[in-house]
Structure formats: C-alpha cells, structure tokens
C-alpha cells in the first residue's frame, strides 16, 4: 500500500515573512494522519519554511541540487547544504529547468545519482510537450526520460526515488489531464519499472501526478489506481486549496 504524497512546488514566489506563516497554517491544518505533505519552497525561504513546520508531519524539499559536493560552482547548492539546510526531498529535472536552464536527462540522472548518496529523496519529473502528445510520441518521450534519469539506479536506491508524470501543456495552464490520461501514462511508467525492477519494487515507488491539479479536480485524479499523490504548483500557493487537495488525498 503506497501512501500518498501531496508536494506543493512554490516555485519562484514568496518571502520569508509570506512563506513561514503560510508553511504553518498548512502544517496547522494538515494534523497528523492523511497523506505525506511536502512544501519545496526557493532556497533562501528553507529555514523560515522548516521553522514553521518544526514538529509536525509536512516536510520541506528543494526545487534543484548540483552535483558536486562543493567548490567553484557560483549560484550552486549541493546535496550536503540542502540536508543541512533541513530538507527531505528534492524537485529534479522539473519540465522549467529543461526549458528554461538546459537541463537534459543525463544531468537529472547525475543529480538523482547525487541525492541518493546523502538520502535526499529525489522527485523525478518527466513529461511530454503539447508538440509531442499530438505527434503521438507520449509513450517514447516518457520511456527516454525514465530510462535516462534511472540509469545506473539499483532497486534498492529505487525504493527511494519518486516519480512525477507532469505533463508539460497542462503546468500552470489550468487545462489538466483527464484522469484516464493521466492514469495512462502513469500505468505505463509503472509497467516500465515493472521491466527494469520488477514487481515487488514498481508496485512500492510513488508516481505523482502534476499539472494544474486542484480542489476541483483532485479527488478524480488522486482516485486513480496508479497517481499516488500530487505535485502541485499553483494551487499550492494557496492555503485552503491546498488543504482541500490534502483532504482529497485522505
Ligand atoms: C508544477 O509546477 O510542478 C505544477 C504542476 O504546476 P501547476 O500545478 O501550477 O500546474
């Protein structure tokens, strides 16, 4: 039985006098049963976040790492500074960075690599385009991803990486996958770890979905038998939105 994780990706907003008070009325109404609750908030917002939520069960992730342990890498963070810092988990290869900032799959298979060693527990993000989708090439995109990011990944570490199926048209659009589509793609992102790790290990890794996930739309997605949480932009941003997300995860 896999719990759910809900992970609100704060992406490039917020201050810490904003973050700290919103990390704890979301901590406050989270209480302590329900589905794993993660907040990846900007670096310089991590401790006002691990702060707020000191105590109970939300935990606080990045939203990027290096790889190397340290040296002259300006405007770098590494593994070790993100542990030190307070964090469980960490966003890798989110569909902004390959857009925006070159990421590719072997860099997301490095800086998976690299989490992994300190038990930083890192969060996968693969996804096609709209170009893509339409051309029918969702299955092969996501297959290259996967198997990019995952190489040289023994099952044993898999038991701790989790996935995150966001398909890139629906981020931040509002317009969601429906969740037969979603659960399409997220059975076949199974079936794949199924192949290379076999069932014991597939049916243990958490695949979340992301893209425009709300209040309203929760509960179908989250009802899926393969979408074993959520990765939300957002409408994490929001106190009570990501609450009834929450809820939905129950
Ligand atoms: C995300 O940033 O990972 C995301 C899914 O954003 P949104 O929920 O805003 O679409």
Redesign the pocket.
């Known amino acids: 039985m896999r719990t759910k994780l809900i992970a609100g990706?704060w992406?490039m907003n917020l201050t810490s006098g904003e973050a700290g008070p919103l990390a704890k009325t979301i901590a406050d109404a989270v209480g302590s049963d329900g589905p794993d609750v993660l907040l990846c908030p900007s670096f310089t917002l991590i401790p006002a976040v691990r702060d707020a939520v000191d105590g109970t069960k939300v935990q606080v992730g990045a939203q990027n790492i290096f790889w190397e342990p340290k040296g002259a890498y300006t405007g770098e963070v590494s593994a070790e500074m993100l542990i030190d810092a307070g964090c469980s988990h960490v966003?890798i290869g989110?569909?902004?960075r390959r857009q925006y900032f070159g990421e590719t799959d072997a860099s997301v298979q490095r800086k998976t690599m690299t989490a992994l060693k300190v038990d930083l527990i890192p969060i996968i993000?693969v996804g096609e385009t709209l170009d893509e989708r339409e051309e029918g090439r969702t299955e092969a995109i996501i297959d290259k991803q996967i198997s990019g990011a995952l190489t040289g990944i023994e099952a044993d570490d898999m038991l701790r990486v989790v996935i995150?199926y966001?398909p890139v048209w629906?981020?931040?659009?509002g317009r969601t996958a429906t969740p037969d589509t979603a659960q399409e793609v997220h059975k076949q992102i199974r079936t794949w770890l199924k192949n290379k790790y076999g069932k014991d290990v597939a049916e243990q890794v958490r695949i979340l979905y992301?893209?425009?996930?709300?209040a309203a739309n929760a509960a179908d997605l989250l009802g899926q038998p393969d979408i074993d949480g959520g990765?939300?932009?957002?409408?994490?941003l929001k106190a009570d939105e990501f609450k009834a997300i929450i809820d939905a995860a129950r």
């Open positions: 990706n992406k966003i989110h569909s902004e993000c995150a966001e629906a981020i931040g659009t992301g893209g425009s996930m709300k990765l939300v932009g957002g409408a994490s």
